[in-house]
């Protein structure tokens, strides 16, 4: 394997029964292995082989065999990945990462590792880990938001992940951005995804998204942490930018409590750590909630980028 790792870290639990997670993402993938009691036994992580399935494959069996090399019996697995798995063919469907697609990954990856495998979306597997020890811990219903790279969502009810028949609960991303009251101050032109529609709200509300709306606004190339450091250092045009895109999160958030009405909306990926979006999009989303009381419950993270692959070690928890 050319990629170098981190190193492993472990602690002197190797004994107990331990459950692994992977993270993978469109750039890293990322494991860790958890104890009984939920505590850190070891990590690992290394860059993903981008456009190479087979290499996706083999680069997680390592992951795992480097987590799995103090333990006594094979740990099991579950994976956080880009998209979902199709109930009817059991291939790859929606993921980002395209080189996923079409193929029958869960099959592929319990052949690889030698075991069976539970997959999930990333953003399912990030509200899992909120919903059991995280910042919605507690909450009969949460809804999961990652806007990072790109922008989707997951549900829990009851404890249980609602996946759909489809397997696609909470693919909330690839909706159309919803015209404001205001014709079209939300979007300024139509913006192509990459899943081939039209205004999908991950297209207005991502980090890419967001800088795409600054540039085309203001003509500056720059990331989103740039704008957001920008704002804060007083800069109009990147306030600005902040603004339009609390606007249009907030639009899209408010349809999906109209909907599904949760108890707590949690923010994950890179964006949620933009501080002013946990006191801007309640306000910004009330009129817009049908009901007496529009109050909207919206949290950080208290695992941050660690929820996504603790919740993918814990698919093992569930029924």
């Keep these: 394997m050319n990629a170098t790792h981190a ?19 469109g750039t890293k993938i990322a494991g860790v292995r958890l104890g009984a009691d939920d505590e850190v036994l070891a990590e690992s992580r290394m860059p993903t082989p981008r456009d190479d399935y087979a290499g ?27 998209g979902s798995i199709a109930p009817g063919s059991g291939c790859v469907q929606n993921a980002n990462s395209t080189w996923l697609n079409g ?22 597997c990030f509200v899992l880990s909120e919903t059991l020890d995280g910042s919605a811990a507690g909450a009969n219903s949460a809804f999961g938001v990652i806007v990072g790279t ?5 549900l829990v009810v009851g404890g249980q992940l609602v996946n759909g028949a489809r397997n696609i609960g909470g693919e909330w ?25 039209l205004d999908c ?6 980090g890419p ?3 795409n709306d600054h540039c085309s606004v203001t003509g500056e190339t720059l ?14 045009g990147a306030r600005q930018t902040l603004a339009r895109h609390a606007a249009r999160l907030a639009h899209g958030l408010a349809g999906i409590v109209n909907i599904i009405d949760p108890d707590v909306i949690v923010l994950g990926g890179g964006l949620s750590k933009l501080h002013h979006l946990y006191t801007t999009l309640p306000k910004l989303m009330r009129p817009q909630i049908f009901a007496d009381d529009p109050h909207i419950d919206i949290r950080p993270p208290r695992w941050g980028d660690a929820s996504g692959v603790r919740g993918a070690a814990r698919l093992w928890d569930m029924p």
């Design 223 to 236: 990331t989103s942490e740039a704008i957001a450091k920008r704002a804060e250092q007083g800069d109009e």
């Design 150 to 154: 790109g922008c989707g969502g997951g």
């Design 103 to 124: 193929h029958r990954f869960q099959a592929d990856a319990a052949s690889a590792l030698e075991r069976p495998v539970r997959c999930a979306n990333d953003a399912n």
């Design 201 to 206: 709200i991950e297209t207005w509300v991502s």
């Design 173 to 197: 991303g690839h909706n159309p951005l919803p015209p404001s009251d205001h014709g079209s101050a939300l979007r300024h032109t139509a913006r192509r995804c990459w899943c081939g529609r």
């Design 56 to 82: 996706t494959l083999s680069a997680i069996a390592g992951i795992v065999e480097r987590l799995d090399s103090q333990s006594e019996k094979p740990s099991t697995v579950g994976i956080a990945m880009p």
């Design 7 to 25: 190193d492993v870290s472990s602690s002197g639990h190797a004994n107990k029964r331990s459950r692994i997670g992977i993270d993978l993402g």
């Design 209 to 211: 998204g967001m800088a």
